[in-house]
């Protein structure tokens, strides 16, 4: 079984401006650099034919590259219990219309639809915390800013889970139109 995402690799030095945010969260587990990313799309569990099948629906997806800056930060919470802090990411319009060519493209390949809201964002930490464990890092980096950056490709991922924390591996690039 494979176990597969579609993201954006981010640039080294919004990489870097976000490494530095790490700390202040009693019991978070901070991504490292190479797991730092922007999710497009999750897809799951699947076998080798499905995920040959996702790998060529996503190939037939053509959008025009994208330009954002980092905007901010926020909490996934998990029945009242923050289980994620993140990054957030400005503008959405373009990486929601993007969200939805390539959730098409799986569906069309076999895969379920999207079941949940797109919110882009990059996860910095996940925990396991009490309510208020990250309002002084959320109210610290709340105004989160970066100068505009463009994606000008998405990747294919798989997800290996280990131990200590997952690693990824990218399987195909695919370019945005300039």
Known sequence: MHRLFVAFALPAPVRAQLLA????IPGARWQRDDQLHLTLRFIGEVDRHAAEDAAL???????????????GVGQFDSRGRPN???AGVAPHDALAGLHKK?????VRAGQPPEGRAYLPHITLARMN?????ADKFLA???ALASPPFTLTHFTLYESHLGRECAS???????????
């Open 84 to 86: 994620a802090v993140w």
């Open 129 to 133: 915390a009490q309510p208020g464990a």
């Open 21 to 24: 945010l790490s700390g202040g």
């Open 140 to 142: 610290t980096h709340a």
């Open 102 to 106: 390539v959730d098409q493209a799986l």
């Open 168 to 178: 990824y591996e990218a399987i195909e690039r695919y370019a945005l139109t300039a």
């Open 57 to 71: 629906a996503l190939a037939a997806v053509y959008y025009p590259q994208i330009a954002i800056a980092l905007s």
